[in-house]
């Protein structure tokens, strides 16, 4: 029977990636871990990334924070907005590093911009409430529209609200209610929010039709 190490020479880091894809899918931890192993050391980054989580997780491996984030790093480094967005939420919440919210904020932008809607939507967050950055209701709409073309309903009902507050002090009530209107019918734990901030809007412009 071959060794893990004779067993994994056989592929490229690439084809070694895909094995240990296939066993983990099926729950075979332990055959895809030589593999997902040979595929990071030989510079896989999606290897590199899955091993992180593995790691963070304790899936397939013993639970090692440490290790988790240092591989989280040298993925992110690689450019990958997956590991971008869970470093970032490692900085923001202090798991396996000191807390940074303002590394953070950095994080989920390359991530954002990278394309991935979880990360502007993060991004939008912060920004509205000033996590990690002064408050910038400008820069939290741009990336929460982002966010809210992927449907996420958290960005529609944020949106709705700063919509209806304003910006610079200058409110909406027509787009407030069309996100708040988008947000609501998703029927999902924001929706009852949502069909609140929409009454509250419709009454505002009843009264100001009523003017």
Do not use: N
């Amino acid at each position: 029977m071959a060794t893990p190490r004779r067993e994994t020479e056989r592929y490229t880091p690439r084809g070694a990636y895909r094995i240990a894809l296939k066993h983990a899918r099926s729950g075979r931890y332990e055959r895809a871990l030589p593999f997902l192993r040979f595929a990071a050391s030989g510079g896989d980054v999606r290897a590199v990334y899955a091993l992180a989580t593995w790691y963070l997780h304790g899936r397939g491996v013993t639970l090692d924070v440490q290790s988790g984030v240092q591989l989280l790093q040298k993925a992110a480094e690689a450019g990958l907005a997956e590991a971008c967005y869970d470093l970032a939420v490692c900085y923001e919440t202090g798991k396996g590093v000191k807390k940074d919210e303002h590394r953070a904020l950095e994080l989920y932008c390359r991530a954002a911009v990278a394309g991935l809607t979880d990360a502007a939507l993060e991004v939008g967050r912060m920004c509205y409430w000033g996590i990690g950055t002064c408050r910038d209701l400008s820069r939290a709409r741009r990336f929460l529209l982002r966010a809210a073309r992927s449907r996420k309903s958290e960005a529609e009902y944020m949106l709705g609200v700063i919509y209806e507050a304003g910006i610079s002090g200058q409110a909406d009530l027509v787009r407030a209610k069309h996100w708040y209107e988008r947000a609501a019918a998703r029927r999902d734990g924001i929706s009852e929010k949502a069909r609140q901030g929409l009454e509250e809007v419709t009454r505002k412009m009843g009264a100001t039709e009523q003017m």
